[in-house]
C-alpha cells in the first residue's frame, strides 16, 4: 500500500543552523513526492516536488529536499533556520497508476529558537 | 485572483444536525480533494474527484457525502451520522496530472456543540 512516514513529531533547532525534516516513503514504481508546509489555522502551502532527475530539488523560502531511491526517503533541509521557519510540515506521495490520491504523512512540527 | 475558497471559516453544529462545506476553485482544475486534520494525525482523504460527476471514497468517508455537479465546486456535507465531527476540513485542487502539486483552501473549522 502507499504510505507516508514523518518518523518526528517535533524538530527544535537552534536559529542559524542546519535543519532536516525527515520522510520516508512506500509506494509501487516510481514515486511523486512533495513537500508543504502549514501556518496555524491555515490551508498548506507548497513547498518542493521530486518528479524525476536531480535527487537535490530546491523549492520556495531556501528549502531543499534530497531524493534518496535506496533509502525511499525524502528529507527537507534548510542551511540556515530562521524563527520564521516555524510551523507544521507534510510530506505527501503520489504514486503512478494509482489513480490521483495524494498521500501525506502526520506532519512534523518544528520548531526554530531564537 | 486564481485561488481555493472555503467557506465559513468556523461553522458550529448542533449533534444530529447536516451541515455543508463549501470550497470553490477558479484554477480551472479537474481534480479536488476533502481532507480531514486531527492534531497529531495528519491528513486524512475523505473524498475526492478527478473530474466532473464522479468522486471515490477516501480512507475515511463513512458520515460524509460530497457532490461535483459542477468543475468548480466539490461541497462536502457533514451527515448525523458522522460521530466525531469536531475537526479542521481542507479542500485541495489540482490539475490532475501525478507530478502536479496541490492548492489548498483556507480551511474550516467546524465545531459539535
Known amino acids: 500500500a502507499q504510505s507516508v512516514a514523518q518518523p518526528e513529531d517535533q524538530v527544535n533547532v537552534a536559529e542559524g543552523n542546519p535543519l532536516t525534516v525527515k520522510c520516508t516513503y512506500s509506494?509501487?514504481?516510481?514515486?511523486?513526492l512533495f513537500w508543504y508546509v502549514q501556518y496555524p489555522n491555515r490551508g498548506l502551502q507548497f513547498l518542493l516536488k521530486y518528479i524525476t532527475g536531480d535527487n537535490l530539488v530546491k523549492g520556495s523560502y531556501g528549502f531543499e529536499a534530497e531524493f534518496n531511491k535506496s533509502q525511499t526517503s525524502f528529507h527537507l533541509k534548510k542551511p540556515s533556520a530562521l524563527v520564521s521557519d516555524s510551523a507544521l510540515y507534510f510530506c505527501?506521495?503520489?504514486?503512478?497508476?494509482?489513480?490521483?490520491?495524494?498521500?501525506f504523512g502526520k506532519g512534523t512540527r518544528l520548531h526554530i529558537l531564537p | 485572483d486564481g485561488g481555493i475558497t472555503q467557506s465559513p471559516k468556523y461553522l458550529f453544529r448542533k449533534e444530529g444536525q447536516n451541515v455543508t462545506l463549501s470550497c470553490e476553485q477558479n484554477l480551472n482544475h479537474d481534480a479536488m480533494y476533502w481532507y480531514r486534520q486531527d492534531p497529531g494525525q495528519g491528513l486524512r482523504l475523505i473524498y475526492y474527484?478527478?473530474?466532473?460527476?464522479?468522486?471515490q471514497k477516501g480512507d475515511i468517508a463513512e458520515g460524509y457525502s460530497v457532490s461535483r455537479e459542477k468543475k468548480e465546486s466539490f461541497p462536502l456535507t457533514v451527515t448525523s451520522a458522522q460521530k466525531n465531527p469536531t475537526a479542521f476540513y481542507l479542500c485541495a485542487s489540482s490539475s490532475g496530472g501525478l507530478n502536479t502539486e496541490a492548492f489548498f483552501g483556507q480551511g474550516t473549522r467546524l465545531t459539535v456543540v
Open positions: 505527501a506521495v503520489r504514486a503512478p497508476n494509482r489513480d490521483d490520491k495524494i498521500i
Open positions: 509506494v509501487s514504481g516510481n514515486p511523486y
Open positions: 474527484s478527478q473530474i466532473v460527476n464522479d468522486f
